[in-house]
């Protein structure tokens, strides 16, 4: 147990079987009292059935709808405590050319992945700036930098979750609030893609349990050497 860390509370929003889940057992496993959140509860109560996390509670939460949210920090408040530590990684896709991409999918893919992250990282500003201190981290991509074709419903959000970590940074920093912003420039192992990591070799897809301690890193940096703008990829990736 990190014991630098121990008794504070942790909000994940955006958990499935992938990175989300892996960030809060990594927060957990440093003593931290974690909030994992997402649309469909049922799905976070069967990660903890199938691995029990101590210290762990799920939350059903629309990112995408204001007043979800506003239960959300409300209800992990009153359970758990004020948050020190805040990640947005939810996120919507689907690929189309901008041809066809139906206009109302292109705004549930913004607000889910952009409008989202606004509605979480406000409220998580409010708590920290209250008490001077608070670490927000938002889950970038590669489509954070660069938008390919057919992914336009994937790049625009991601830009705008950008600049609005850019902006938060700047405006929180001076009041002892880290925020930071990590791009995933690669494909994460999963089990889906079992069968083309082992056909790639080892280390050639992201470990989840290694962007974790990233992030926890970034959360427990000393505050005389922030970083903002973290980017992780395999050895192997070009970029």
């Not at 089990?191 to 897809?205: H, I, K, N, T, V």
Request: net charge neutral; with cysteine.
């Amino acid at each position: 147990m990190d014991q630098q860390k121990s008794g504070s509370t942790a909000i994940v929003v955006g958990v499935g079987g992938g990175l989300g889940w892996h960030l809060v057992k990594r927060f957990a496993a440093s003593g931290m009292a974690v909030a994992m959140a997402a649309r469909n509860e049922d799905k976070l109560n069967r990660l903890l059935s199938a691995d029990p996390q101590e210290k762990v509670r799920p939350y059903a939460c629309d990112v995408a709808d204001r007043s979800s949210v506003e239960r959300l920090f409300e209800a992990v408040a009153r359970d758990l405590g004020s948050p020190d530590l805040v990640v947005f990684n939810a996120g919507a896709f689907t690929p189309g050319s901008i041809l066809e991409i139906d206009p109302v999918e292109f705004e549930r893919c913004w607000r889910v992945g952009c409008f989202g992250g606004f509605l979480v990282g406000r409220l998580a500003a409010r708590a920290m700036v209250q008490k001077g201190a608070g670490t927000i981290l938002f889950t970038g991509a590669t489509a954070s930098l660069r938008g390919s074709a057919r992914f336009a419903n994937l790049a625009v959000p991601k830009f705008g979750i950008r600049a609005l970590a850019q902006s938060m940074a700047r405006e929180l920093g001076p009041e002892g609030i880290h925020v930071g912003h990590v791009i995933i420039d690669g494909q994460i192992q999963s089990e889906r893609y079992r069968e083309l990591a082992a056909e790639l070799g080892p280390d050639a897809m992201l470990s989840p349990d290694a962007i974790a301690e990233a992030f926890y890193q970034l959360h427990i940096q000393q505050r005389s050497a922030w970083t903002f703008e973290l980017d992780l990829r395999p050895w192997v990736e070009r970029f």
